[in-house]
């Protein structure tokens, strides 16, 4: 027997009214609310929908149609039918006025039977994009597509790869008012349990107006003070996938193209998804390289300013008659320098990523090539600084995650300063500042160093070296109660 709605949901502020006039009072009769009232013999069906969110074809072909034939049947007839033969995959009995909303806003079609007993068809229009590569997660070799702002679809690029029953799903609604879809993924056997339970409390502890994005959950779910990110993020399924197999978990956000990572550890931002499509050997030297080209954008211009101001016997005759005679028409000292080019240089990737992608290259020629000649003809800066910010400046952006290389500009700015006012002591103390930073720093409770600090040496096997392919490796110990993975 079809469950009726309690007649207290039915009351407001002590006066009966229809759910059509609550939703009218509690809308403000907004144009896209769209009311229809069929009258089928003694039966009356009012049908409500968001004309923005659903779809009018599939509301006329599969519910209208359907209904506009019907008459004198009885009313628990009438609920049956509809139920039962309406061409949809999702119909649901709803019991109270606030799922009658929920149901509403998500794209469902309500079908309200004699004003007491209802129905939510889902008739949602489709308003994404489709599958596409991913802007800014460039890759070689490997798939190409990407994740879209559509949570189903997500989802389903994910299952697409790992087809297995344990791939569990945990789903929250976030927002007291976006109701933002939220879940967690992970596979049941690899990821440990304790893990799934931590972040899943993060979750039900938020309590704000709205999740937009995945990035608003950054700040709930990151507790660390470090600059580096502890959170990773991507927009590949691929990469994704791996992560789970890893033990790791995923967070979905429904509107969100991308995807959080947790754990998430320092060696992480090294590794791209392209580097298990490649021979073991070619991995390796890149992921050297860009651990190279992390250490030259950090240290370089806090070397070069150490060299210039409190270090300069520590360099060849020849070089310093070099530098010097570089600086000699330049009335900045070399700290205020690199300041000012380092600056420059932010300025002109800000409004590279800003404009218009038509006009993006002509303008950082212009800034890059006529601006820094006009510069140095000037005498306002020396040649051998645009040399160390410009290597410094494209070695950090080598890394493959946005978030890592801006943290690198911090560190860059920190070691500077140090530089200018102690010379190397000044580097030695920013060196032990950032690993003091970085082995203090957790990722859900995890070491963020590891497998370096604590040292595993199985692991490392994969950090900046990576094993041959047909190699067996023991899976994360601190991830995963399942040993052993093929790589």
């Given at each position: ?82 139920y039962n033969y309406l061409p ?102 690899i990821c440990k349990k304790e ?58 956000v429904d509107n969100s193209p ?230």
């Amino acid at each position: 027997m079809y469950e009726k709605l309690n007649k207290e949901d039915t009351i407001t502020n002590g006066d009966k009214m229809t759910y059509i006039e609550r939703l009218k009072n509690d809308s403000n009769n907004d144009d896209d609310y769209i009311y229809k009232t069929i009258k089928l013999g003694k039966n009356t069906i009012d049908i409500v929908n968001i004309e923005t969110i659903t779809s009018s074809s599939d509301i006329n072909n599969f519910i209208l149609k359907r209904i506009s034939f019907l008459d004198n049947l009885k009313v628990n007839d009438l609920i049956d039918y509809l139920y039962n033969y309406l061409p949809t995959t999702s119909i649901n009995k709803i019991k109270d006025y606030e799922a009658l909303k929920d149901k509403l806003l998500n794209g469902y079609t309500i079908l309200i039977i004699n004003q007491n007993n209802i129905l939510a068809v889902e008739t949602r229009r489709d308003l994404t994009r489709g599958v596409s590569t991913s802007d800014y997660e460039k890759t070689i070799l490997g798939p190409k597509d990407a994740f879209i702002e559509h949570y189903n679809t997500n989802l389903g690029l994910i299952r697409r790869r790992i087809k297995d029953v344990n791939l569990h799903i945990k789903t929250f609604n976030l927002g007291r008012y976006t109701k933002t879809k939220t879940s967690i993924l992970y596979i049941n056997g690899i990821c440990k349990k304790e893990l799934v339970d931590r972040i899943s409390n993060d979750l039900e502890k938020i309590d704000i107006d709205g999740i937009i994005d995945s990035n608003y959950l950054k700040k709930y779910l990151n507790t660390s003070k470090s600059l580096f990110p502890t959170i990773k993020q991507t927009e590949r399924p691929d990469l994704a996938s791996e992560a789970l197999l890893e033990g790791k978990i995923l967070i979905l956000v429904d509107n969100s193209p991308e995807v959080i990572i947790l754990p998430t550890f320092f060696i992480d931002f090294f590794h791209t998804s392209d580097d298990y499509y490649q021979k073991s050997l070619n991995t390796t030297f890149i992921r050297l390289i860009r651990l190279i080209a992390f250490l030259i954008a950090i240290f370089l211009p806090a070397i070069y300013v150490s060299l210039t101001t409190h270090n300069k016997d520590s360099m060849p005759i020849s070089l310093l008659l070099s530098f010097k005679t570089q600086r000699l028409s330049v009335p900045f000292p070399a700290f205020m320098e690199a300041i000012l080019m380092i600056i420059a240089f932010e300025i002109l990737r800000e409004t590279d990523i800003r404009i218009p992608s038509s006009m993006g290259s002509a303008v950082s020629i212009l800034g890059g090539l006529v601006l820094g000649d006009a510069a140095v003809n000037a005498g306002i800066v020396s040649p051998i600084m645009i040399i160390v910010v410009a290597i410094s400046a494209i070695s950090g952006l080598l890394m493959p995650s946005i978030e890592a290389v801006n943290s690198v500009r911090w560190y860059r700015f920190l070691l500077i300063i140090l530089a200018s006012i102690f010379g190397y002591y000044g580097i030695f103390l920013g060196i032990i500042l950032i690993l003091t930073n970085l082995t203090s720093t957790k990722s859900e409770d995890k070491d963020y160093l590891y497998p370096f600090a604590p040292i595993n040496i199985k692991e490392q096997l994969d950090g900046f070296i990576k094993l041959p392919s047909k190699n067996k490796k023991q899976r994360n110990p601190i991830l995963s109660d399942n040993k052993v993975r093929e790589k």
